[in-house]
Each structure stands twice: as C-alpha cells, then as structure tokens.
Nanobody, 125 residues
Framework: VQLQASGGGLVQAGGSLRLSCAASGRTFSSISMGWFRQAPGKEREFVVGINRSGGTTYYADSVKGRFTISRDNAKNTAYLQMNSLKPEDTAVYYC???????????????????WGQGTQVTVSS
C-alpha cells in the first residue's frame, strides 16, 4: 500500500485545515486507516483512526470534538478535517494503514504496516 498525504499548511489559531491521504496498491475498503502526528522533540502520537467500512472511529482526547476522520472508499482516500486548531496541534501529520483484519488497538503505531510521507501543519497563535 502506498500512501500520499497532503493538505498541510500554515493556519492561525481557530482556523481549519483538511488533510487527505490517498491510497493505492490495495483495495481501499480492505484497509484500516489512522492519522498520527509528531511535534519536534516529541514522540509520534495517535490522533484518529477509522476502520475499513468507516463505521467505527477513534479519537485522541486532545482532538475530540475538533477533528473528524472520514473516508471515501470510492476515491481511495481518507480525510482528516481539523477545526478550531490550536498552536499545540502543530506537528508533522502522518497517515497510516493496515490490512490486518483485527488491528487490536488503533492507537498503537506498531499496528500499522504502511505510512505516508507526512505533511506539516503549523498553527500560529
């Protein structure tokens, strides 16, 4: 599976961005997706996850109510809508994918087998 993330940029606090992750190389509806982020000097952390059908989603407490993950299986693309952005959301955002039928925890990066290249999100105060 190849993943191509896009949509990052510079935005003021309170603003919005939508990230996209386009997948290829495997039937998109057979893979679960997640977004992680890594700020300078910090560990990579889980942001959101979505199962293969899109019927189940998972969110880090820090983004609940502000971020929304979705997927369009017809377009082989997952989206991360980020609203009410805060300076602490500044990080490189990575999309990740796995074809495992039972992923266990969506929050664990080791449960994903494929990673995109990352897209920078910078939120100014």
């Amino acid at each position: 599976v190849q993943l191509q993330a896009s949509g990052g940029g510079l935005v003021q606090a309170g603003g919005s961005l939508r990230l996209s992750c386009a997948a290829s190389g495997r039937t998109f509806s057979s893979i679960s997706m997640g977004w992680f982020r890594q700020a300078p000097g910090k560990e990579r952390e889980f942001v959101v996850g979505i199962n293969r059908s899109g019927g189940t989603t998972y969110y880090a407490d820090s983004v609940k109510g502000r971020f929304t993950i979705s997927r369009d299986n017809a377009k082989n693309t997952a989206y991360l809508q980020m609203n009410s952005l805060k300076p602490e959301d500044t990080a490189v955002y990575y999309c990740a994918a796995t074809a495992r039928p039972y992923i266990g925890s969506f929050r664990a990066p080791e449960n994903y087998d494929h990673w995109g290249q990352g897209t920078q999100v910078t939120v100014s105060s």
